[in-house]
């Protein structure tokens, strides 16, 4: 068997050949070795195929150097991709993950030790140090937790780590009477 192609967006290695599947375009063909005189061209061939479709149907290919990030704000505040607040177990933590240019690393900040604020900020410029965000330290917000993760973190901080109060969910309107 030939050795393993790259990491090409559409392009799946088979046993005797390389298959481009799109499906997106509902585009799914193979090209075999000994039709294209071997891997090279088969993969010259699926190359310049997948290129062609993408283009007919408008998809553009990420760069082959820019990573993917699989993991979004588990918070749904859209802080930050890649920072997000995991409460379990009795230890809560703010997690950050960054592509080092060859693989993810993750790296947990313990609420508990230091603190709220200090956990968070850890976390963004951890996530900030990977690049690829394209964002500034001082465009982000503090993330206030939810009522949930307010009382989670409550029971678990002591007072001095200093938990925010919870993100307003709702606006609450004037206790007094419409006049009609």
Same mark, same amino acid.
């Not at 192609?5 to 499906?23: F, S």
């Not at 604020?117 to 690829?132: M, S, Y």
């Given at each position: 068997? *030939? ?13 005797? %050949? ?19 005189? $071997?891997?090279? +061209? ?6 310049? =195929? ?7 149907? $408008? ?18 505040? +859209?802080?930050?991709? %890649? ?9 809560? =933590? ?6 080092? +240019? ?19 900020? %850890? ?21 206030? *937790? ?15 780590? %200093?938990? *925010? ?16």
């Amino acid at each position: 068997m *030939p050795p393993p192609v790259a990491a090409t967006p559409y392009i799946i290695q088979l046993k005797n %050949g390389l298959m481009v599947r799109i499906n997106k375009a509902e585009v799914r063909k193979e090209f075999y070795d000994h039709h294209h005189g $071997g891997r090279d +061209g088969a993969l010259i061939a699926a190359t310049a =195929y997948r290129d062609q479709v993408c283009a007919e149907h $408008g998809i553009v290919l990420r760069k082959a150097n820019q990573p993917t990030l699989n993991s979004i704000s588990r918070t749904k505040t +859209g802080v930050l991709p %890649g920072v997000f607040i995991q409460i379990d177990k009795g230890s809560p =933590y703010f997690v950050a993950k960054r592509h080092n +240019g060859t693989g993810w690393e993750k790296k947990l900040f313990n609420i508990k030790k230091l603190g709220y604020e200090a956990a968070f900020w %850890g976390a963004v410029d951890f996530r900030l140090e990977g690049g690829d965000v394209g964002i500034e330290r001082s465009q982000i917000p503090l993330h206030l *937790p939810t009522m949930a993760e307010y009382v989670l973190l409550a029971s678990l901080v002591s007072v001095d780590k %200093g938990v *925010p109060l919870p993100a307003p969910t709702a606006k609450i309107e004037s206790e007094s009477p419409s006049p009609f």
